[in-house]
Nanobody, 119 residues
Framework: QSQVVESGGGSVQPVGSLRLSCAASGTIFSINAMGWYRQSPGKERELVASITAAYSTNYTDSVKGRFTISKDTDKNTVYLQMNSLKPEDTAVYYC?????????????WGQGTQVTVSS
């Protein structure tokens, strides 16, 4: 099985930037997609961005043009560069690694990292 560990959350003012990292370990060869979900109080968990082994990316509409997902294959690490942050981006961000395009609860999930955008 694969495991993932997130880092890089924190507090930032509106229009600021943060970069999240997600390092995968274990059965790396089985990973087809990695990405980030987020969840804020009272809301359902939503996909933020994902990237496949073939470098195909996907973003939720609210972050397009502001967030960029990338990966360093040598380091088995995925990054989420978040620019022009808004208060509505405040959430716990969860990284995942999955052998399929859409992750399930049985895939590798991180413990979550808090992102707070506030003035």
């Amino acid at each position: 099985q694969s495991q993932v560990v997130e880092s890089g959350g924190g507090s930032v003012q509106p229009v600021g930037s943060l970069r999240l990292s997600c390092a995968a370990s274990g059965t790396i060869f089985s990973i087809n997609a990695m990405g980030w979900y987020r969840q804020s109080p009272g809301k359902e968990r939503e996909l933020v961005a994902s990237i496949t082994a073939a470098y195909s990316t996907n973003y939720t509409d609210s972050v397009k043009g502001r967030f960029t997902i990338s990966k360093d294959t040598d380091k088995n690490t995925v990054y989420l560069q978040m620019n022009s942050l808004k208060p509505e981006d405040t959430a716990v961000y969860y990284c995942y690694a999955s052998p399929t395009t859409i992750p399930t609860i049985f895939d590798a999930w991180g413990q979550g990292t808090q992102v707070t955008v506030s003035s």
